[in-house]
């Protein structure tokens, strides 16, 4: 509903009704939450946030930049105190037209002068508006505004000005006849005397609206039974947060650390909440490219690598040194070029040599007896609920980080990079995992979605498109599901020493599509000593 027809439903309900003050967007977001249905945009409030007086010192822009920010983080109705329309009927005009480009619902006008004074401050001797003046005011207003359901509240200051009842019951008689659609009776007295004879003389003419700030001792069921529409709670939030700040300002000068002030005050996460950060984080992913920045990387290294013989006596093969640094260093470099931070690795095989830092670790004792899937069970269970996509891959293949990038940037659920470059592959004479797929690479296959059909090692010449390189990519939708066919396929005791290929084909098996990317070398699986040479040698 339209923030102004709201407004309207509040002064018209047969019921009393509240509204709270609010002078920025996170008080205003704190009111509506605290179950408001409608907020006072404070003209003391507004200033005094900005540190300077209640005498029209910030400007009427300034007030404005403040509702917008009010006006945009809430769905309820904002009635702004208007003070005295910020100049003549010509001001007002031009004031009404930018609360209605606000989406603010209503203003209050107070017959008084510019530059205003607050109400509270000398009162008695405060000079009211011309009577006419003041009323020309409210029509121009009425006729500048587009939307029939804004509501100009006339305010009227005879009490605060010294004047009786009579003088208050002329000024919002006339207010009325000219446009007003309520009228706010203020007085400064600590009793409500003042606002109620005007109450019982006014009737139910039109809605009546009260600020108990000076009589906030009468119990509100006299405000109900006396039939006023509306209560302002003008300046608490204000007030309250200023008795907070006041604490914490001398605690902390005070104690010179934080500890007595940390469990008195909202951690930040709140802060982030009321900002909205989440909603932030959820357009993040609706409209920012994919990036590698923010994925998850999980290394399969648990085995021993035998075949590099006395090499992985004492350590194992993720940890041999190529080129001076173990090979899992030269891994998590490349994954930390292209922003994947997280990575975790599952270790086993000499477990306790592998720690480097800055990595998180998962044990897999049973890396003799068992395949790579129960090390790759072992980690998933960490992320069971995670917003982050994974790219799974080994400890012991080398790549160029566009590879990850590549990867990362694919928005479907499963991808796998192959290597169409297979035939010069150092696995050629050996254990391969090689790729059929939908479509050979060729110029033909350019821009085309490609997907898997299957992985395995011995494949015919004619349907051999390319070798597998241990990447497997996952969107975060998925990792339930991929979960979940894991340990089914862990169930079945015959399936022990069962590897990635397996998973990757029961997928598509159950009818998921694996994309492929096919690219070029720039990788090397680590398998013999010869490998490690063409890496970059021993030292
Ligand atoms: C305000 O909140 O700025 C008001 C109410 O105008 S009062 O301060 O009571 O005048
Ligand atoms: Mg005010």
Redesign the pocket.
Known sequence: MKKTTQFRRLLNSNQLEFIC?AHNGLSARIVEEAGFQGI?G??????AQNGVR?SNELSWTQVLDSLEFMSDVTSIPILL?G?TGYGNFNNMRRLVKKLEQRDIAAV?I?DKLFPKT???IRSGTQPLADINEFSGKIKAGKDAQSDDDFAIVA?VEAF?AGWGIAEALRRAETYHKAGADAILI?S?LSVPDEVIAFKQEWGNRCPVLI?P??YYTTPTDQFREHKFSMV?W??QILRSATTAMQKSAQNLFEEKNLLSLEDQVVPVSEIFRLQGAKELQEAEKRYLPKSAKGVHAILLGASRGEELGELTIDKPKIMVKINGKPILSHIVDTYNSVGIKHITVVRGYMGQKVNLPNIQYVDNDEFDSRGELLSLQKALVQFSSTDKDMIISYGDVLFNKYIPQILAEEEEDFVVAVDTNWKESVNLNRKADYTSCSMAHSRLSFNKNIYLNKIAEHLEEYEKHGEWMGFLKVSNRVIPKLTAVLDSILSKTNEDKSEMSLLINTLIDQGHTIRVLYTTGHWLDIDSLADIEIAGGFK
Request: charged letters at 25%; aromatic letters at 8%; one cysteine or more.
């Open positions: 003050e006072w404070s003209g003391l409030s507004i200033s209640d105190d003070d209050c107070e607050n109400s509270f305010r605060i203020h400064a600020v700030t000076k302002i003008a300046n």
